[in-house]
């Protein structure tokens, strides 16, 4: 609660560092949505039957697009696969100038420290990331493909029925646990590197990873604790959007307002836990 508390309290002291992590993460959604928006305006403007999309989603006039333009839905996915990408690479940069402003105390403006540190620690940050990542997913994979086995031979026996969906909601959870404890270890690699400008990272990994397993319980409860936070955030957000029209100008602003309410309460957590 204390580590919370200060997280919060080092992030509503920085209002500025807030917004910038909001318009950077705004930068990058309109990176892939304008471009999205105007393939499918141009691919949907002239087919009435498409207006039934102002009311919901529509799996049938996705079909249809898909057979009029049988380039415009692999393009799409491309894309976005580029954005996720571009996203987890501009994430390693952006955490790398949230820790330098939260670290440092000079008198230098906020965007030469948040550059500073997006472009001092940047490829150690993606090697770290690297690194965790490759044993992350093979300790996953080996801690859940057993579960996922017994799971399967449990079903066979009809008295086992209860334990083998147990066993099988069991198998994803222990593999997300171990690849959070890993993520969790990497945020403590990164706080290494940066505060103690550790240029060698694998020993910061190391460090991080031995720091997280001997203190297990403060690391993932105040992951969960921040978790909790974000996830409140998003009900609100939830709750009122779908009291709101989806129709009309005014109401589809006020949605991408609210939608971008959350996207600036979540910046703010993100960089709460970083604290």
Do not use: K
């Amino acid at each position: 609660v204390g580590a919370l508390r200060a997280g919060l309290v080092a992030a509503w002291r920085r209002p500025f560092l807030v917004a910038a992590v909001w318009l950077l993460n705004l930068a990058l959604a309109l990176a892939f949505g304008l471009p999205g928006w105007l393939g499918l305006h141009r691919a949907l403007a002239t087919l009435p039957e498409a207006d039934v999309l102002e009311q919901g989603f529509s799996v049938g006039v996705l079909a249809d697009l898909a057979e009029l333009h049988p380039d415009l839905v692999p393009g799409l996915l491309l894309a976005g696969l580029g954005a996720a990408l571009l996203g987890l690479l501009a994430g390693a940069a952006l955490t790398g100038g949230i820790l330098e402003v939260l670290t440092s105390d000079d008198r230098r403006p906020l965007g030469h420290r948040l550059g500073r540190g997006a472009g001092r620690y940047f490829w150690r940050f993606v090697r770290a990331g690297l690194l965790a990542g490759l044993p992350a997913a093979l300790l996953a994979a080996l801690v859940a493909a057993p579960l996922a086995a017994w799971a399967g031979r449990l079903r066979s026996d009809s008295d086992a029925e209860l334990l083998a969906r147990l066993v099988a909601v069991a198998s994803p959870l222990a593999a997300g646990l171990v690849v959070l404890v890993f993520l969790l270890a990497l945020d403590a690699a990164r706080v290494r590197i940066v505060r103690d400008d550790e240029s060698r990272v694998l020993l910061a990994l190391r460090g991080g990873l031995s720091v997280v397993l001997r203190h297990p319980a403060l690391w993932l409860g105040a992951w969960a604790a921040n978790l909790a936070l974000v996830l409140a955030a998003l009900g609100a957000y939830l709750a009122v959007s779908g009291a709101l029209p989806a129709t009309g100008g005014a109401g589809l602003i006020a949605l991408v307002a609210l939608q971008q309410g959350f996207v600036l309460a979540r910046a703010w957590l993100r960089v709460a836990l970083l604290g």
